[in-house]
């Protein structure tokens, strides 16, 4: 089955950049979306396509793509920001879904 | 405003049978694909597989093909997963999603509250 890559954790302070990867083959070709998930709540998607960010998401919250490799930057990292984020994207003929492993972001 | 209501919790026993629903409201049910996933406790997201209302299309992730059954009745906007027979390991979150694709890619725009489904030995 198909697999995407981040990395379990990140740790960073307030105020600070928070960056977190997500690696797999298909990604030059499908996009990726990010999701935030606080605990006992619903995933709320931050990122759309690579890099687009949904109404009502603020604007420190960003994604870039490069090759097989996308990345979701949390920039001046507030508090409220400590969360479980999951990379999804599809494999290269997008037919199955997929979502990386998660990664728990800490504010310290 | 879209909205996804998914049916309430549900406590079951190891051999029993199970459907949860998910109803779609605020859009065109039958124009937009819902997923389900999976989220076991303490762990992360597995998508389960993903159903077209408008025409029963259904596909399923090779983890849980022949596990369970997705269906959808677009009459009362409602799409479904079932279990014919649970196990302690299906003990989960299940949240519904609705599924857009948004070219060469496909990403999960609304969620549902989820369902959590307890499995007892």
């Known amino acids: 089955s198909y697999e995407l890559t981040q990395p379990p954790s990140v740790s960073v302070s307030p105020g600070q950049t928070a960056r977190i990867t997500c690696s797999a083959d298909?990604?030059?070709?499908?996009?990726a979306y990010w999701y935030q998930q606080k605990p006992g709540q619903a995933p709320v998607v931050v990122i759309y396509k690579d890099s687009e960010r949904p109404s009502g998401i603020p604007g420190r919250f960003s994604g870039s793509s490069s090759g097989t490799k996308v990345t979701l930057t949390i920039s001046g990292v507030q508090a409220e920001d400590e969360a479980d984020y999951y990379c999804q994207s599809a494999d290269s003929s997008g037919t199955y879904v997929a979502f990386g492993g998660g990664t728990k972001l800490t504010v310290l | 405003e879209v909205q996804l209501e998914q049916s309430g919790a549900e406590v079951k026993k190891s051999g029993e049978s199970l459907k949860i629903s998910c109803q779609g409201s605020g859009y065109s049910f039958t124009s937009y694909w819902i997923a389900w996933v999976r989220q076991m406790p303490g762990k992360g997201l597995e998508w389960m597989g993903n159903?077209?209302?408008?025409?029963?299309?259904?596909r399923y992730s090779p983890s849980f093909q022949g596990q369970v059954t997705i269906s959808a009745d677009e009459s009362i906007f409602t799409a479904y997963l079932q279990w014919s027979s649970l196990k302690a390991s299906d003990t989960a979150m299940y949240f519904c999603?609705?599924?857009?694709?948004?070219?060469?890619?496909?990403?999960?725009?609304?969620w549902g509250q989820g369902t959590l489904v307890t499995v007892s030995a």
């Open positions: 999603a609705r599924l857009r694709y948004d070219s060469s890619g496909w990403g999960l725009d609304y």
């Open positions: 298909a990604l030059p070709k499908q996009y």
């Open positions: 159903i077209y209302p408008g025409d029963s299309d259904t």
